[in-house]
């Protein structure tokens, strides 16, 4: 019997995105409990790029890609649902979506929204999960609050501003650059005092949450933002690791701070999210992310542009021929 094959995109050392390479593997075979899912899209993530290049420790070799959009083929799942999400461990200690085929176990799957085509889908999971994580679940937003995005430009900016708003909360964001948003308010804070301008929007009274996806230079002015008992979630640290603040006016204030990593959510945590998102995007609070779409084959020029920090549009992968 001869054994099937797919492409793969595939790095066998860390490095930049040149180390990738195409390579023909064998078509993995779900275990009891698991599902085939045939990748019809993939984004690439900048965490992908830092998988790729070391930062996490990937067991080598290994086939990276967090995100997809596909269709169960085989195994634990209903044969033919579209199913959309994010895995856990892709990339790092298990193959991940840059390639024909992926295997999940069965508790991982989301159906994904009809209206989204495979490409808008596959763009939705490491951001809308980020935000979602750090919004709803870690900072517990409520309606009616007012919420600081720093970084508000960004993949998971964008996202937490759209899922602020179905929330009913205020949105004030905050970046380097200009740019459309859908936040009520955006500071350049190239120019700008951040904590000022958001005390000063606030009646002085500050944000009662700020979503912070920069960190570094920008960790202890969105702190300084901060109203009486606001809260604080770090998803990131962009430049340094390290931060200062004044502790005396952090418990004064009686602020809290939070961390949040979606690379700890276990799969079945990852669906369950991805199935929260979906009637935000159903009924239109949510929308799907401007894509620029690549062939497998052109993965290397297209790491690459993520690599460079290319805001322009989500970048994803088709690993599936038309």
Do not use: C
């Not at 994580?133 to 960004?154: C, R």
């Not at 933002?225 to 952090?250: E, K, Y």
């Amino acid at each position: 019997m001869t054994m099937r094959t797919m492409t793969a995109l595939r790095f066998e050392t860390y490095g930049p995105p040149s180390s990738l390479m195409l390579r023909d593997l064998p078509v993995p075979e779900p275990r009891p409990g698991e599902a085939l899912v045939e990748v019809h899209a993939s984004a690439i993530n900048p965490s992908d790029v830092k998988t790729v290049a070391g930062l996490f420790g990937a067991t080598l070799p290994r086939v990276p890609g967090r995100d997809f959009a596909g269709i169960v083929v085989a195994g634990d799942g209903r044969p033919g649902m579209e199913v959309w999400g994010s895995g856990a461990g892709f990339g790092v200690s298990r193959d991940g979506a840059h390639a024909r085929y992926v295997v999940v176990p069965s508790n991982w799957l989301s159906e994904k929204p009809a209206h989204l085509s495979m490409e808008q889908a596959a763009a939705v999971g490491v951001p809308y999960l980020a935000a979602w994580s750090a919004l709803v679940q870690a900072g517990n937003l409520q309606a009616g609050e007012t919420v600081l995005i720093t970084g508000a430009l960004g993949a998971v900016g964008r996202a937490a501003t759209q899922i602020a708003h179905w929330k009913a909360a205020k949105v004030i964001g905050a970046d380097i650059s200009e740019g459309a948003s859908d936040a009520d308010v955006l500071i350049d804070t190239r120019d700008k005092d951040l904590a000022a301008m958001v005390k000063a929007l606030t009646d002085g009274r500050g944000a009662d949450l700020v979503l912070d996806t920069v960190g570094g230079p920008m960790f202890e002015p969105s702190l300084k933002s901060l109203s009486l008992d606001g809260r604080q979630v770090a998803i990131t640290s962009v430049g340094t690791r390290r931060v200062s603040f004044d502790l005396a006016d952090f418990y004064h204030n009686r602020q809290r701070l939070i961390g949040v990593d979606t690379a700890k959510l276990t799969g079945a945590e990852i669906a369950a999210v991805m199935t929260a998102l979906r009637p935000g995007f159903e009924q239109g609070h949510l929308r799907p992310a401007t894509i620029r779409t690549w062939s497998l084959p052109q993965a290397v020029a297209a790491y690459e542009a993520v690599a460079s920090g290319d805001r322009s549009a989500k970048h994803v992968l088709l690993p599936a021929p038309a």
